[in-house]
């Protein structure tokens, strides 16, 4: 059983291009998260998504950020024109579900994806 | 302002000492977890702790939640290489809450030095 697969595992772009981030969840799981690291910053939460629905985008900055989670394929996460400041590891996240009442709502990461913006 | 702060930032060590690694707020949370993010590696969930006071431990980790549920420590004996990574914790303010409420600190990175 494979948990969170996330591709590409690295990506340069140069700024003004657009960045690709793909995130199949684990098998079962129908919730998908996003989130953003930084040294400096930690782990951000960006984007909550169940299928074909954005549940909550309030970590998402409003401009040149998307995300979506089709009936069919993996999540994307899609940055427009590229600025040095996206420069991250963007870490995608599922769940069966969404509380933390219980172990099976824990949360599963992938290994990430590790954008470069020269 | 970071609500959850960890301590020490960076931690290098010998294998085979012991040490232990905090995660302190001012807030009171429902929950607790530990997570440890190996490098070029997703966070991998170690262990939630619930109950104020709680002690869980794994193998040569052994974690806590502080009784007033503001803190956590995580102790871990005898350490080896493996080891080595990103000690993260995340603490929840409320079990009727959701995952992506979770308040992330930024990190005990240790090294165990063979």
């Known amino acids: 059983n494979a948990g969170v697969m996330q591709n590409p595992r690295h990506l340069v772009r140069r700024r003004g291009q657009e960045a690709r981030l793909r995130c199949s969840p684990m098998?079962?799981?129908?919730?998908v998260y996003w989130y953003r690291q930084l040294p400096e910053e930690g782990l951000k939460f960006m984007v909550y998504?169940?299928?074909?629905?954005?549940?909550?985008e309030s970590g998402m900055p409003k401009e040149r950020f998307s995300a979506e989670f089709p009936k069919e394929g993996p999540s994307i996460l899609r940055i427009q024109q590229v600025v040095r400041g996206d420069s991250a590891a963007y870490f995608c996240a599922s769940s069966p579900r969404t509380g933390l009442s219980s172990g099976a709502n824990v949360l599963t990461f992938g290994a990430g994806s590790r954008l470069t913006v020269l | 302002t970071q609500l959850l702060e960890q301590s020490p930032q960076f931690l290098s060590i010998q294998e085979g000492e012991n040490l232990t690694v905090y995660c302190n707020s001012s807030?009171?949370?429902?929950?607790l977890q530990w997570y440890r993010q190996e490098p070029g590696e997703g966070p991998v969930l170690l262990v939630t702790v619930v109950t104020g006071g709680e002690v869980k431990k794994l193998k040569r980790l052994t974690f806590q939640f502080g009784d007033a549920r503001k803190d956590s420590s995580l102790h871990i004996t005898a350490a080896q290489p493996g080891d080595t990574g990103l000690y993260l914790c995340a603490g929840a303010r409320s079990n009727a809450g959701n995952n992506r409420k979770l308040i992330w600190g930024l990190g005990t990175s240790l090294a165990v030095n063979p």
């Open positions: 807030s009171v949370f429902s929950s």
């Open positions: 098998k079962g799981h129908s919730h």
């Open positions: 998504l169940q299928k074909e629905n954005i549940i909550d």
